[in-house]
Each structure stands twice: as C-alpha cells, then as structure tokens.
C-alpha cells in the first residue's frame, strides 16, 4: 500500500513527542469500522530468512506510525518510524541494521536470528492524534543439520553393558523419533527413551540389537534425519579347540602341524608356548589367518605346552594345552661320545707306554755289550 499523497501539514511536531502523545492517548482509543491487525509472514521462521510484519487495515488519515520490540509502547525499543507529511524514516534505539520500513506500515527483518524471537507493536498515529495499537508474534528456529548419533560404547560386550545413544545436539523445541532396522521401536523392556525422546538406552545388549539405528529431528521449520549407526555388539567368544598332526616326534623330522579350530567368525588367532606368546623361529611359519601353525624340521626345543587363542575387540577365550614330545637318540649318542672319548684316551696311553719303552731300550743299547776288565783273564789257574 503507497501512502496517501497530499500537501504535508504545515505544522511540523517532532515523531517523539507524537510517539509520547500516542502513548498516552493509547488508554482510550475510540472503536473504528475496521480493526487495524498486524500478519507475521512467516509466523515460525527459520533462522536466516526474511520475515514480513504486515500492516492491514491502515486508515487514510494517517500521520505516522512507528514500529516497537515488545508489546507496549516504549521510546527505548523503538525500532523505526515513518512520517506520512514528510515521507521521512527514522530509526530508533533498536534498529539492528536488518529492518527496513516500507510507506504502507509493513516491517521487512531480513536474516533473522532467534535473538528475533519476539513480540512486534505497531503504534499508528491519525491526523487528530488519535492512536490505534496491534501486536504481532514473531518465532524463529533454527533450521537443523543433519543429526549424529553418538553412543557411551562403542563396542559393548553382549549381555554385560547397557548403551546410551544420543541423536544429535540439544535445541528448544526440538522432537525426535527413533528406528532400528528402518522399523519404529519395538516394545519391550530393554529399550527406553529419555522424556524428550532424544536419548534412547539399550539394557544388557545383545548380537540382535546391532541396528542400524536411525534418528529424526523436527522442529516448526525443519527435519532432518542422521545416517545410519550400527552398534558393534562384541559376543563372548567360544573355547578353540586345538589339533596336532602328530604330538609325539623324532628331532629333525616333520613337519608337525597344529591347527587352532574356533566356532566363531570374526576372530583373531595368537598363539603361546610354555604359557608365553609364542616367538617364531624360523622353522616355525603361521598360515594367513594364523590359525594353522607349522613346524619343520622339529627340534627337542619345540617340546612343551601350546595353546592357541582367539579373541575380539573385549573378549578371549584360550584352548586347553597340548603337549609336543620330541623324542632323540640320547643315549646312543652318548656312547659314540664316550667310545671317542676312550679311543682317544686308549691311543695316548699307547703312545705314552711306546715312549716309555723306546726310552728304556735307548738306555739299555748304550750300556751293551758291558766293558770287560782290564788285566784280567778267566777265572781258573793261570797258565805257566
């Protein structure tokens, strides 16, 4: 709506002490045909659009009218005015920057905040000084992202703990629903959702409560829904059973075999020796998945207890031992070691003795034939 043209009044009276007149003729404004209304364009905002405050029903003999926060009249919150004489706009002590007053009384809020969140007075006053006063109602909300779901846990134990998973930030006048396996909630005892329905709380998990779980938020202007969740619900883990190609065997021969058999997928294998994890030699190979363990060629160090764990994230469980015997030719190795040993004793002595004896018969040869004795013929009577 255009103002009204027409001379402007000869008097000029400053807008404030219109806007003081108007107040005070504000406890007694008399009835007219038609009722002056204000229409929020939208209502329920989102934040950061454009918001209308229309004006309906202006009377022609109009002098002004001036918008206000609040929903009385109050110089302090006085967002702008507008003078029809003078076609001039001024603004107040609550202009943001954001407002702009159109001729026709409507108040354009662009970009609004929930700081907007509010009443808007509009005081209109008439040539006779007479004034007429509507409220109108502005909300604004945000407009919400897309919602994350958060849980206390992220890989629960089954049977053991209770999740607590979260959908998104908090906000004012925010709903919220829940679906698990793109299904609403079913009923029963070990799913509770908080009284806000942000929170939802799964007691004592189990491998069926994995999900997916999806969450929606919705407020006045807006929905949105997070991306599926999936709950890693760890299940305890079943004793392995393990298995040897041949438990007893002869040093050097091979290979043997051990096989780590678990019931569950989804687990790991390490491996132990003598109660400690076990350190690979390098006759010793692992299969892939580390449930096949091969030992070739088989050494008496290999003898002992193995086990064989699996496990996940929060559980494990260890195979009962088996027992590697390696069997070796200890004693027939023992006697080759002493017969060596009593061959080589038995040939010093021998060389010691020849010595011995070359040494006796080298001193016996120097003292033979004996000397005989000077003088002195056989024993007898001489011969005459």
């Not at 006063?133 to 909300?139: A, C, D, E, N, Y």
């Not at 407020?219 to 393990?242: C, E, G, I, Q």
Request: aromatic share 6%.
């Amino acid at each position: 709506m255009e103002p009204p043209s027409g001379p402007a009044s000869r008097r000029h009276v400053p807008w404030s002490r219109l806007l003081l007149a108007g107040s005070l003729l504000n406890f007694w404004t008399p009835p007219t045909a038609t009722q002056l209304t204000v229409e929020t364009v939208t209502p329920l905002a989102a934040e950061g659009s454009d918001v209308l405050l229309l004006a309906h029903n202006m009377t022609k003999n109009t002098l002004g009218y001036a918008w206000q926060r609040g929903e009385r009249v109050d110089n302090a919150q006085l967002i702008a005015s507008y003078r029809v004489d003078t076609n001039a706009t001024t603004n107040g002590p609550a202009y943001s920057g954001r407002e702009t007053l159109y001729p026709n009384g409507t108040l354009l809020i662009r970009n609004v905040t929930q700081r907007d969140t509010g009443s808007y007075t509009l005081l209109v006053t008439k040539n006779d000084l007479q004034t007429e006063i509507q409220t109108g109602h502005l909300h604004v909300h945000p407009v919400l992202p897309t919602p994350v779901i958060t849980s206390n846990n992220s890989n629960p134990r089954e049977h053991e703990d209770t999740v607590v998973l979260t959908c998104g930030a908090e906000t004012q006048n925010t709903s919220y629903m829940w679906w698990i396996n793109s299904q609403s909630l079913p009923k029963g005892t070990r799913l509770e959702l908080s009284e806000d329905k942000r929170t939802l709380t799964v007691v004592a998990v189990t491998r069926n409560d994995t999900g997916p779980y999806v969450c929606e938020a919705r407020n006045p202007v807006s929905v949105s829904r997070s991306d599926p969740f999936t709950l890693d619900v760890l299940s305890p883990v079943a004793k392995p059973s393990l298995q040897a190609s041949n438990a007893t065997v002869t040093e050097h021969e091979g290979p043997v075999i051990l096989t780590c058999l678990a019931d569950e997928t989804g687990v790991s294998i390490r491996w132990f020796f003598k109660g400690q994890s076990l350190l690979l030699a390098q006759r010793m190979t692992l299969s892939s998945d580390k449930s096949t363990l091969t030992i070739d060629p088989v050494s008496r160090e290999d003898t002992g207890d193995y086990q064989c764990e699996a496990f996940n994230r929060g559980n494990s469980s260890r195979s009962d031992p088996l027992r590697l015997r390696v069997t070796w030719r200890e004693n027939s190795r023992a006697l080759g070691v002493g017969a060596i040993t009593g061959i080589v004793i038995g040939v010093l002595l021998v060389l010691t003795l020849l010595a011995v004896l070359g040494h006796l018969i080298f001193l016996h040869r120097g003292n033979w034939p004996p000397a005989s004795t000077s003088g002195r013929g056989p024993s007898g009577s001489s011969v005459s």
